[in-house]
């Protein structure tokens, strides 16, 4: 049995080869790209390779040149393997470098099996025929010849209308745009047989080019090209004029064509504006036809509705967006005033707290003073040890409305910031409940003080979702400024946050993520079981 190697792009296509190849006790070797290919030859040695024509890089046609330039490999036997609608260019690349055989995509098992036996050099025997049997057969042959190229155009067409309707479901459901262009560029390449392909968008109001996508093209070359101006020489009026050009095979300076000077020689090219009905946002093309020279009328069609469709969607995709973002930034409103509603009550509260219910205390401890004064002669201990009591609790309930009172509306955050406000709370929060806490931070990282109290109210949350839950014995709070952002980080060593429990995602959880939308902020949440839960708080600095 054989050593033969696959080399395709696509899983789905190597899997058919290797499970088909396999059980006829083949060995069977993979490869992604040309370039992967190149290397397990030189070093597996294949009997034969099966090799897509078009790849998003380097493509069958150089993949088999360069093996022909290898002396100790160039004998090896290749298989080029295409889309139906791609035959008759296949055959032409494959007589070009000596490739004996191609197969369509898609192909019958039977007719795998029967060209790789051949390639191999073991064609499959078939019964001897009589001489009738051979009359008839040619008979067959000369009368049908026509029909059966018309039946094998017609099959064509079916096929690249198939993989056309196909590749236009998939740009239609596409909402990122990176995704739409390079899925865009890549089928419309393999779709009409290119070389290379590329497509770029420019920001209407600029210019600048904000997305381009190349597809054939080796790695190093696309970093060479970088975001190239999109309204300059043919591609230029492309954009400009709303037309699709098609320019056919001639030696052409890319400089004159609007194509980046690292980009590969264009011979023959086929460009098409991404377009909508009243925005012209770049362009889509095409360079050097494989198999034959030029681009044909079918394939100008075939771009022209690809280049107006990926306009369409990708117009379609903005306005989603913008909706998604208006959407967005009315919830962050709603919810910033649904947190500044709530402060408010938090701040009347307090005040409430302290005009009524502290001054009331304040002059119960006065009375109490002046009775204490008034019955300092007096000799019953109880009604002394009652008088003290009583003293006690008015200072103890004194103290608790105080810290209710800095809990509501803290003070310390208002004149010393933020940190100072954390070290505080966190030092009642350890005092009543036992749990260790550690402070650190920049005492410069600040921000305004709306973002400032919703970090307050988070941390107050997250220590309070600690006290509950986690069964810690110590907390790490760290405040930290990168660039314009603020950063907000309580890690604590408890038994760990599981995605599947609800005990610690419910509404606390919810309530913080609330309070960070309504800055343009965004909760992180960190854990596993047994080994402590990390939260991160971003939000911006607002100026």
Known sequence: ??????????????????????????????????????????????DLVICDVLMPTMDGYEFVRQLRANPD????????????????EAK??????????????????????????????????????????????????????????????????????RALIDLSLQLVSQR????????????ARELIGARYGAAGVRSIETDETIHFVTSGIEPEIVKELGRPVLVAGVLGEVVKERRTARLP???????????????????????????????????????????????????????????????????????????????????????????????????QLARELHDRAGQNLTALSINLDVLNALIAGDQRLELHSRLKDAMTLVAATTDTLENVMSELHPPLLAEHGLLSALRWYAKEFSQRTGIEITISGDQNASSVPE??????????????????????????????????????????????YDSRSSSRSGRGIATMKERALAVGGRVELQGAPQKGTLIRIHVPILN
Not at 73 to 88: C, D, G, N, P, Q
Not at 178 to 184: G, S, T
Request: aromatic letters at 6%; charged letters at 25%.
């Open 73 to 88: 490999v160039a004998s090896t036997k290749v298989i080029f393997w295409t889309a139906h609608f791609h035959e008759r």
């Open 1 to 46: 049995m054989a050593k033969i190697l696959v080399v395709d792009d696509r899983q789905i296509n190597r899997d058919l080869i290797v499970s088909l190849l396999g059980a006829q006790g083949h060995q069977i070797l993979e490869a992604v790209d040309g370039h992967y290919a190149l290397e397990r030859v030189s070093s597996d040695r294949p």
């Open 176 to 187: 990122n745009p990176d995704l739409l262009f390079d899925e865009a560029c890549r089928g």
């Open 249 to 347: 095979f001639a030696p052409r300076s890319l400089k004159a064509l609007g194509l980046p000077a690292a980009f590969p020689a264009a011979d023959a090219l086929l460009a098409a504006p991404i377009v909508s009905q009243s925005t012209s946002y770049g362009w889509i093309c095409l360079v050097n036809k494989l198999g034959v020279t030029d681009f044909d009328d079918q394939d100008t069609q075939i771009l022209t509705i690809l280049a107006a469709l990926v306009g369409r969607s990708y117009e379609n995709g903005n306005v989603y967006r913008e909706a998604k973002r208006d959407a967005s930034e009315q919830m962050q409103v709603l919810a910033r005033r649904l947190i500044e509603a709530q402060d408010f009550e938090r701040r």
């Open 451 to 496: 973002s400032e109290a919703i970090l307050y109210r988070i941390a107050q949350e997250a220590l309070n979702n600690v006290a509950k839950h986690a069964h810690a014995k110590l907390v790490r709070i760290s405040l930290s400024l990168s660039g314009r952002e603020l950063t907000l980080s309580i890690a604590d060593d408890g038994i760990g």
């Open 92 to 161: 032409a690349l494959a007589l070009a470098v000596g490739v004996s055989h191609v197969l369509t995509k898609p192909s019958e098992p039977r007719d795998i099996l029967r060209v790789v036996d051949e390639a191999l050099g073991a064609r499959r025997s078939a019964p001897p025929s009589s001489p009738v049997e051979s009359f008839t057969q040619e008979q067959l042959r000369v009368v049908t010849e026509k029909l059966s190229h018309a039946v094998d155009d017609l099959q064509r067409a079916n096929q690249r209308l």
